[in-house]
């Protein structure tokens, strides 16, 4: 996939193009309007689609040699829902990954403790999970990961490296970050929309059709009908030959 720096150099050279063919024969300014218009859309549209990779690195999908899927939490950890989904991921005998928010860490260092203990992997999902952290600068971005990671540390005593960023948006300032701190961005190929989709049976019937070995499918671990899904999901794994490991096992290779 092409790069925002590339893009941006080629709708330049387009521009310039046109610009040098405008001086001797007369060209539509909708040209102009056309590129730029272009240029917006791909880059807008880029930074809500991680797996086009515009901005930054980011694993959406891991070994599809295997039957394994990683099942990945945004947004927690929650008081009520968490630890129902860890009870039924453990009657399973599945692994998950949670990604979760620093302020929600905070009050909730408990059934982080549970969620480590149990064998499954914390990552980092901002800590404030504003809702205008797409227009964050590259300050605030980091002091963001800076301080959950602060407190997965103080929990689990090592280092995270795994960070999934609010609203799956990326840009050049998150890109920039992340290089700074040194995070490995982890998106998803399987998106289950379950917090807008209330229907349990909908949202299963999407993530059947659409994991396959290697998938990283996104769940909500703040919700009622999450323990529901989860619970089925399972079923249907197990049935068809499946394993639900932690993101470090899918993105490891062999
Ligand atoms: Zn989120």
Request: glycine residues 6%; aromatic residues 10%.
């Amino acid at each position: 996939m092409l790069k925002f720096g590339q893009i941006t150099v080629v709708a330049t050279i387009a521009l310039l193009t046109i610009g040098v063919i405008d001086f001797f024969f007369k060209i539509s300014p909708i040209l102009y309007v056309t590129i730029l218009l272009l240029w917006f859309l791909i880059v807008a549209l880029g930074s809500f689609t991680m797996r086009w990779q515009i901005f930054t690195t980011a694993f959406t999908k891991g070994n599809q040699n295997k039957k394994q899927v990683a099942i990945t939490f945004d947004d927690g950890p929650n008081a009520e829902f968490t630890p129902q989904i860890l009870q039924i991921l453990k009657a399973y005998n599945a692994k998950a990954t949670f990604f979760c928010i620093g302020k929600h860490i905070e009050k909730y260092l408990g059934i982080v403790q549970q969620i480590l203990a149990e064998g499954h992997t914390i990552g980092n999902h901002s800590y404030s999970h504003a809702t205008n952290f797409g227009f964050f600068r590259k300050t605030r971005i980091v002091q963001e990961l800076s301080k959950t990671d602060a407190l997965i540390k103080k929990i689990t005593g090592s280092t995270n490296t795994l960070f999934r960023p609010p609203y799956g948006v990326t840009n050049p300032s998150i890109a920039k970050a992340v290089k700074e701190t040194n995070h490995t961005i982890i998106g998803w190929n399987v998106r289950s929309y379950d917090t807008v989709i209330k229907n349990p049976t909908k949202v299963l019937n999407r993530l059947k059709k659409r994991l396959s070995p290697g998938s990283i499918i996104l769940l909500h671990d703040t919700h009622s009908r999450c323990p529901e899904i989860v619970e089925r999901l399972l079923q249907f794994l197990k049935k068809e030959g499946y394993e639900a490991v932690t993101i470090e096992t899918l993105l490891t290779k062999n």
